[in-house]
């Protein structure tokens, strides 16, 4: 399955640029797209992929990940976790700073992308986590999307909850922040009042809607006060996408998972504490005004926040159950079966799921299908359903919150570099994607 110097992908629905759809083929070359036409020659010796009635879209870009290496591997790691995102065609990752050790200094930095570069089957970048005490690190490591700032949901050194050490940071150095925005203060003080309580529904009124507004509220100030480049992670309410609507300077940011889309608080009853996640899955009400943002442009693109854990984790009783499921294997097919049921376009949720994160995190050369650009592609099939299957799932997890869901959409085909990764249910363990650039 290994690719050699060239690829001809035959015959695809391939998406323009502009938005339009080609009938057409794809020749790359040493990585890179060489040319887009109708009927490519040829002309030299070249893998060919015959990929009649199958849609050639960029790949997916994930910006936000947790895989958990190095110290919790027995959740995930580098390897199983990019086994995922190949099978679901995403083809680059972003990858967060709460591991063991803390992604916290250039060091940390450098041990993981050392580890990437020798297990990681598709593209890899990895965040500089914030500690409110280590500024000197957080404008230096490189290479870097950026910093994380953990406002909530979170304990030890990435907590940084106080607005004074937040400011330090809006304050200093012009590199993007990107925060998990919920209100510590307000969460701990609903933990009091709803002590006691084991349904796992619960999680979602102590890290209730306020709790993520007052959060988002002060990084907007804060990034508006030092007009700092301000990106906020899997935004789940309505309130902040009516708050962003109303107020949203220009560099600011705001992206959106699949599931605080497509699943809400009446999915506790179907699977339990595998719906638990932080922020927490949200009403009804708050996926329509969330789907509406997104079409509307103030939310700019998607993550999973792919955050796994173990079923026997799982399996304990709230609030001891930790929170975070898995989603990179599913979130294209997930969007692309919203698109055909016409809650929006095959080529929005390319744009969303590539093109502008590439965009917003100043990724060279990836994004969009035109020559001069990176291969990274994956053909995916619009007319065939097939149902979630947790013993299919290359997670070293094995569970998925939409087990059971009927998607379309599956990847047929993942290619990095120019090298196919994923084809027809296997995998080619020997591809190596590369570390990513940030300008």
Avoid at 155 to 184: C, K, M, P, T
Avoid at 217 to 225: D, G, N, P, R
Avoid at 251 to 266: D, F, K, R
């Amino acid at each position: 399955m290994s690719s050699p110097q060239s690829l001809l992908i035959r015959g695809a629905r391939i998406l323009l640029p502009n938005g339009e759809f080609l009938l057409g083929d794809v020749l790359t070359r040493d990585r890179h797209i060489i040319e887009v036409g109708t009927d490519i020659a040829n002309t030299t010796p070249a893998t060919e992929i015959d990929a009649k009635g199958l849609t050639l879209l960029p790949g997916v870009i994930d910006p936000q990940v947790h895989f958990r290496e190095p110290g919790l591997e027995h959740k995930e790691d580098l390897f199983t976790a990019s086994c995922a995102c190949a099978k679901g065609g995403v083809t680059s990752f972003l990858e967060m700073p709460n591991t063991r050790p803390l992604t916290t200094t250039q060091e940390a930095l450098d041990d993981k992308l050392q580890r990437a570069a020798s297990k990681c089957l598709v593209n890899y970048g990895f965040f500089i986590g914030a500690t409110g005490e280590n500024t000197p690190e957080l404008l230096a490591a490189h290479p870097t999307p950026g910093i994380k700032i953990f406002m909530g949901s979170m304990h030890g050194q990435l907590l940084v909850d106080q607005e004074a050490a937040l400011e330090s940071i809006f304050a200093q150095g012009q590199r993007l922040i990107a925060v998990h925005a919920e209100d510590q203060a307000r969460i701990n003080q609903r933990r009091q009042e709803f002590a006691g309580i084991q349904d796992p529904a619960i999680h979602s009124q102590i890290q209730d809607n306020q709790a993520a507004l007052l959060a988002t509220k002060l990084a907007l100030k804060l990034s508006k006060k030092y007009q700092r480049r301000l990106h906020i992670l899997h935004m789940s309410t309505a309130d902040e996408a009516e708050l962003l609507r109303q107020d949203k300077p220009s560099w600011v940011t705001a992206e959106v998972t699949p599931q605080h889309l497509v699943m809400n608080t009446g999915d506790y009853q179907r699977i339990g504490t595998l719906a638990q996640m932080n922020p927490p899955l949200r009403s009804p009400h708050d996926n329509e005004v969330l789907w509406q943002a997104l079409r509307d442009g103030v939310i700019d693109f998607i993550a999973t926040d792919h955050a796994p854990h173990t079923l026997e984790e799982k399996a304990q009783p709230y609030p001891n159950s930790p929170s975070g499921m898995p989603g990179v294997e599913t979130s294209l097919a997930v969007m692309l079966t919203a698109a055909m049921e016409g809650k929006c376009t095959v080529a929005q949720v390319a744009n969303w799921m590539s093109t502008a994160v590439a965009v917003a995190y100043g990724i060279p050369n990836k994004g969009a299908i035109a020559p001069g650009y990176d291969a990274d592609l994956v053909l995916v099939d619009l007319n065939t359903y097939r149902p979630v299957l947790r013993e299919e799932t290359l997670t070293k997890c094995r569970w998925s919150p939409f087990e059971g869901w009927n998607l379309t959409g599956w990847a047929d085909t993942t290619i990095v570099g120019g090298q196919i990764v994923y084809h027809k249910g296997k995998l080619n363990t020997e591809v190596r994607g590369q570390a990513l650039s940030f300008v």
